[in-house]
């Protein structure tokens, strides 16, 4: 009986350090965000209530200070706001950023987190971003578009989907089912392109409006760097484009196939512009998105911005965020909020956009008829179900679940906006660095 007794603490406090230590950084930090610009006025809270009396239309921050309380160490802490969690770290101490921008009432509930309730700053921002203005949404990859953007562009009336690469390489999902690496990873791409193309029909994007270039995966900063060399696949015996590159249903006037050159991206993407004249460009965020083929595209997308002197603004995503992939945390459902940071970084202001329940369905639907987010192959193989089994049971103990559908769909989408020409010039400068 002692023996179990030890072993059910040693069990317990192993969890304990486990949840308390999953993120790559300390969560007791202060995110850092310089909002002040922005500053709109000073709240209280009394008797759980938010005093939310400011202009329609605006995307709204609180700026609050969590305060030790040492539940938050044993379950995960949230603020509740009109019945939509705002999860936190384990044992979250210091300030942080809860999205008021779709709060009605104001009611709040906590549960496992203390805060300062006093002299709360509010910070707004408005975009005067219109359903009408005609949207462009770059994909590094196919599904991107959707787990970053999908309930905004389902709801814009004019929108353009652009997904670069193939996405071939990365992890081998059909590899048990082909026995043959080639063959799996050309399936694996050109089912890729099949949905870069045809899941935006869920979002009533007509198909011509969406296309895929398959240059190739991990590849761009190769090719930036060796402008008119050609760049292919990581994958042997894959050298062509033909079987992934989508744009003849188009109404571009893009070349059926091209080399994989970066010279050839800049002029597809070059045409795309210059066709859609887009009004908003959805675009990952290279200074916290983590992934070199995201950071790649938004360059290159902000060079030609400027070559061009096009009117446009950026709202910046991040599907693979620099600080933590766990971001954001807590469950589907909830708020989308300021992602952990500890240092300034370029952008003009913020922008979330609100998802009602019909919407996040969709949204679900949408990143489920992408094959790669599947688990496709379970039915083969009863080692894949005790594998998933296991993974499942692993992240529920040690709240440690990456999934795509928890971090995407959510009751808002996330954006940092850039339009002013000094933050696009700091954006690219960002490449050298």
Known sequence: MLYFIYLSIFLYLFILIKRVKQQKYDPKQNYIYDLESNYIKTINIQQNQLP?????????FLKVQLLFNPLSYLFRPYIQIDGIKHSFEYGAIGYRYINLSHATNGVI??????????????????????K??????????????ELAGFGLYKSQEDVTIVTITAGENGVCNYCSLYNDKYMATLQKAKLRAFDAITVPMLADVDIQNSVALGYFGSTLEDMRH???????SHIDNIHTTQEFRKVTHSYFNLKEQVQPTYNSLKDDLKTILLTTKPKLILTPHPA?????????????????ILKLNLNTKLLLYTNHLVTDELYPLGEIGEYITLPPNFEIFPYDSLYSFFLDKELQNDKYFAIEAMHDLRDSLLWI????????LQKRIKN??????????????????????????????????????
């Open 132 to 145: 009408k203005d005609k949207t462009l949404v770059i994909a590094p990859h196919a599904d991107d578009a």
């Open 396 to 433: 529920k103990i040690f709240s440690k679940n990456k999934s795509y559908f928890r971090r995407s769909v959510r009751a808002n989408e996330l954006f940092f906006v850039a339009y002013k020409r000094d933050t696009l010039e700091q954006l690219l400068q960002m490449k050298n660095a």
């Open 288 to 304: 916290i998105d983590s992934h070199k083929d995201h950071k790649e595209s938004t360059y290159l997308i902000i060079e030609l």
């Open 226 to 232: 060796n402008p008119t060399q050609e760049v292919y």
């Open 109 to 130: 509930k906590t549960k496992f987190i203390r805060y300062s309730e006093k002299n709360l700053r509010l910070y707004g921002f408005k975009n005067n971003i219109d």
């Open 381 to 388: 193989s009863t080692k894949k179900v005790a594998k998933l």
């Open 52 to 60: 939310i009396d400011v202009e329609k239309d605006l995307t709204l």
